[in-house]
């Protein structure tokens, strides 16, 4: 990665909800390629940060740019150029899985070539060319999410976005999960990613850590464990978040 590379670039980034500040004065930035961890407590205000950065909530002040859009005046041109999943799958269970994969890249504006060649890779990469025409209500949860991830990234977007991806399924299959993870970040895809297992933070380039609206630490897995004096992320994270307000 070029080190001025930055795909998100965040300065001084604040919501708030009347008296309530939400965000609070934030700053960081995101290399192309890169597998960022966005951690914090219910509450601490990044889901809030993440709806910004994705075009769905306009700031009350403060600047930042997504893949080179100002997401302060081009929101609508942010989402042409990322992916987004959430831990409640967006999938329709009575489509087929070939179905949900061309509705989605189509919104994406997909062309219905582009649509052909790209399902037939992902299918293939997934291991799931087999089951094209099965109904995603019958497939197992990690089947579906392996197909939400798809289809948050057939369109090949610079920046996905990953909002507790992992909720609710086993550690087998969250691993197997982090390897598509890694497989896009090794292709130039970057990847920013909330999670509530503070193992998988193990796993990022970077991590930060926001308690109450603001980012409280940022740095590697390997420097917040050595700047803690601690082994694992939870034990960083246990001594970052210990005097939030907000939260659990």
């Given amino acids: 990665m070029k080190e001025n590379d930055n795909v998100i670039s965040v300065k001084g980034l604040t919501k708030r909800f009347g008296d309530f500040t939400a ?3 934030i700053s960081f930035d995101v290399k192309r390629g890169e597998i960022f961890g966005f951690l914090g407590a219910n509450g601490a205000g990044k889901t809030t940060a993440m709806r910004m950065l994705c075009g769905l909530s306009y700031p009350t002040s403060g600047d930042g740019y997504v893949a080179g859009c100002d997401i302060n005046r081009q929101a609508d041109e942010i989402k042409r150029h990322i992916g987004y999943m959430s831990q409640k799958f967006s999938l ?3 489509l087929s899985l070939e179905e949900n994969l061309k509705l989605f890249a189509t919104i994406y504006g997909m062309t219905d070539e ?3 060649a790209s399902s037939k890779k992902l299918f293939e990469e997934l291991e799931m060319d087999s089951m094209r025409d099965t109904l995603v209500k019958d497939i197992p949860v990690g089947w579906k999410q392996k197909l939400a991830f798809a289809t948050a ?3 090949r977007p610079e920046v996905v976005f990953l909002d507790e991806p992992t909720g609710g399924v086993d550690p087998a299959t969250r691993r197997k999960f982090w390897e598509l993870i890694y497989k896009a970040a090794s292709e130039g895809m970057t990847i920013f990613v909330t999670t509530h297992y503070l193992d998988e933070a193990e796993y990022c380039n ?3 850590i926001m308690v109450d609206g603001k980012i409280s630490a940022l740095a590697s897995p390997e420097v917040l464990k050595e700047k803690y004096h601690v082994e694992t992320m939870d034990e960083v994270f246990r001594i970052v978040a210990k005097d939030a307000i907000r939260g659990e």
């Fill in 23 to 25: 965000v609070d004065n």
């Fill in 92 to 94: 329709y269970g009575n």
């Fill in 114 to 116: 582009e649509i052909k």
């Fill in 153 to 155: 990234t057939i369109h």
């Fill in 206 to 208: 970077r991590v930060s």
